[in-house]
């Protein structure tokens, strides 16, 4: 089963992708996750992209699509996989579909929820890792966490429309109870698997 997960930073993207990977044995791959680890390991890389990121800019699509490409050719990939947060634009969207070729995607899962809610959340989100003496991501502040929800809004929200008209777009409230969500979505993806 190969799918992607659409949806704006504290839309849950990441909440729900841990429960259909875990329901379907399929590998999670955070791009945000995967970036964040090659800052933190100093290689060259994540170097060249730390301000980007921490900035709240999207890196240039060649670099993370080339870091997908590598990722989904790791045998742990080869059944299916779950992204989230790849893609995040439409050329990013052209480019998977060329790497796939006839092992087609399944679904692209989207998550909507109000700007609004985002904000709070991503700040409740902070704040409770700071109080646990966690780190915040070097994101989670207002400035940079406005520039991610702009950047949604004009570079990855027109993919919605682009997987409506591929037929593969499943819709749904984000702001909806957790568990309430997960169901939905993998009842959804049962009917993906009775066909
Ligand atoms: P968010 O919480 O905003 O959804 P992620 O954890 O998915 O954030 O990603 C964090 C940052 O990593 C992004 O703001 C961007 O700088 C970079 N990034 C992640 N995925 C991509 C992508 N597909 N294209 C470009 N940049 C990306």
Do not use: C
């Amino acid at each position: 089963m190969k799918l992607v997960f659409l949806g704006p930073p504290g839309a849950g993207k990441g909440t729900q992708a841990a429960v259909v990977s875990k329901e379907y044995r399929i590998p999670h791959l955070s791009t945000g996750d995967m970036l964040r680890s090659e800052v933190a390991a100093g290689s060259q890389l994540g170097a060249s992209i730390a301000d980007d990121m921490q900035s709240g800019k999207l890196i240039g699509d060649e670099t993370i699509s080339s870091v997908v490409a590598h990722r989904i050719a790791l045998p742990d990939a080869a059944a299916g996989f779950l992204l989230d947060g790849y893609p995040r634009t439409v050329g990013q969207a052209d480019f998977l579909e060329s790497l796939l070729g006839s092992a087609k995607l399944d679904l692209a899962i989207e998550l909507v929820v109000d700007p609004t809610i985002l904000i709070e959340r991503i700040q409740r989100r902070a704040a409770t890792a700071l109080a646990a003496g966690g780190a915040v991501r070097a994101d989670d502040n207002i400035e940079s966490l406005r520039k991610r929800l702009s950047i949604y809004q004009t570079q990855t929200a027109p993919l919605t429309e682009h997987y409506q008209r591929k037929g593969l777009l499943f819709r749904l409230n984000g702001d909806a109870p957790v568990s309430d969500l997960s169901h939905e979505i993998i009842r959804r993806l049962a009917l993906l698997r009775a066909w």
